[in-house]
């Protein structure tokens, strides 16, 4: 469930490339996608990897090694992209409420672009006639594990909405825009198909107003993958099997192979990422022991964010006594990444490994408290580590600074 890199292993890169450090594991990466090709059986499955999980380049190469696309939401992932190879044909655009100006970067660049909102229809109408598209609808369904992430229901910013489909059938049929794809993603941790179903009903009757020029029907990303050695990930053999079957008998319905997509962003790479920090001390007086760690929700927010349990052990100390600690980061703020955890005893300098640090890690780290954001390590296949973004310097902080000459 959790990444397969030896404990001994992740020492050592510590030892090695410094902490705090997140690592990678390109096997785990891989493994994930050939996990997620071998569950659909359609005429045409396109993997669209979600970016914003972990846009860092040498990861996008890995990922487009399998022939993956990248789903991108703002020009600097769209670029990163290509950065990493991906060519445009493989790269899409599904922003929330961005500048137009956004859009005709995409539309240059030969990026294919999902559109949710009217205005931005009428300017591409006028602006880039003739272009495909793929247009986001929110089925109005709650699905996700944390209301934080559940994107598809009623009242949610993305996406058309039920009531405006008849309304975009009849503006785009008098466009000259050609609407290639419809699209739909629910939330994140999604984890059973209940809730999916009910979506992907509605976005196939939305297709049928398309039937003449739909090439693409998008499903979205969002699948569970598990964050306690107690939790369940989705079954995706039998999620892909049944999302398949009905797949196949739509394209039967309308006389023609389409091709499904889905932009799966932490079902690839959560696992395969880990956050090494160091424990700075651990305060015994207290009602509970207080280990502290050398970095915070400046590198890893969703402890903080959306209260998510992340799995964290002790690499130092795997045989130690078991005991129950709060485990808190150096910002100066409320700054937890556990409460009354089991861990094996923590001592000051022991090295604790953050698991499933992969997804929304690095791309939500931010230089709060004016700290460095960490570097990050791909292991290759074959064990090798790669260095794939140095840790950051005190010039990375102070380079935007008008005037600020380095020395
Ligand atoms: C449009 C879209 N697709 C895919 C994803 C990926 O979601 P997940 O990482 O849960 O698979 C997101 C996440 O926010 C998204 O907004």
Redesign the pocket.
């Known amino acids: 469930m959790f990444n397969a890199l030896p404990s001994a292993q992740l020492l050592s890169l510590a030892d090695s490339f410094g902490l705090p450090l997140f690592v990678y594991d390109a096997a785990t990466i891989d493994r994930q996608i050939d996990t997620l090709k071998s569950s659909f059986d359609v005429p045409s499955l396109e993997i669209r990897y979600?970016c914003?999980?972990l846009s860092t380049i040498g990861v996008l190469k890995q990922i487009y090694k399998h022939g993956c696309g990248i789903?991108t939401v703002s020009p600097g992932e769209m670029i990163m992209a290509l950065e990493a190879g991906v060519p445009a044909s493989h790269i899409s655009f599904?922003p929330s409420g961005v500048l137009t100006e956004e859009y005709a970067f995409a539309i240059e660049k030969g990026v294919h672009v999902h559109v949710d909102q009217l205005h931005v229809l009428e300017w591409m109408e006028r602006h880039f006639p003739g272009t495909a598209i793929t247009l986001r609808f929110n089925p109005g369904i709650q699905a996700g594990g944390h209301s934080k992430l559940q994107?598809g229901s009623d009242g949610s910013k993305f996406g058309f909405l039920t009531n405006q489909v008849e309304e975009i059938f009849k503006r785009t049929s008098a466009m000259s825009l050609r609407v290639t794809g419809v699209h739909m993603?629910l939330g994140?941790?999604i984890g059973d198909s209940g809730s999916f179903d009910q979506a992907y009903e509605f976005l196939l009757n939305v297709a049928r107003h398309w039937r003449d020029s739909i090439e693409r029907i998008d499903l979205?990303?969002?699948?569970k993958i598990p964050y306690h050695p107690n939790d369940h990930a989705i079954n995706i053999e039998a999620f892909g099997k049944k999302v398949s079957k009905r797949f196949n008998q739509f394209c039967d319905e309308i006389g023609r192979n389409l091709t499904m997509v889905l932009?799966?962003?932490?079902?690839l790479v959560s696992a395969a990422g880990n956050l090494l920090m160091e424990v700075t001390g651990v305060r015994e007086e207290g009602p509970l022991p207080m280990a502290f760690v050398s970095s915070g929700f400046n590198h890893f927010l969703r402890p903080m964010s959306y209260g998510a349990y992340q799995h964290i052990i002790n690499l130092s100390n795997p045989d130690g006594e078991v005991r129950n600690y709060d485990i808190v980061g150096y910002l100066c703020e409320t700054d937890s990444f556990a409460t009354n955890r089991p861990m094996h005893a923590i001592r000051k300098g022991d090295i604790l490994c953050l698991m499933n640090a992969g997804?929304y890690g690095f791309t939500m780290a931010s230089n709060y408290n004016g700290r460095f954001r960490p570097a990050e390590v791909l292991v290759g296949t074959d064990g090798t580590p790669a260095l794939i973004r140095r840790a950051e310097t005190i010039h990375d902080l102070l380079r935007t600074y008008t005037g600020y000459t380095p020395v």
């Open positions: 979600a914003k999980a789903d599904t994107v993603h994140s941790d979205g990303g969002g699948f932009e799966p962003g932490k079902f997804a």
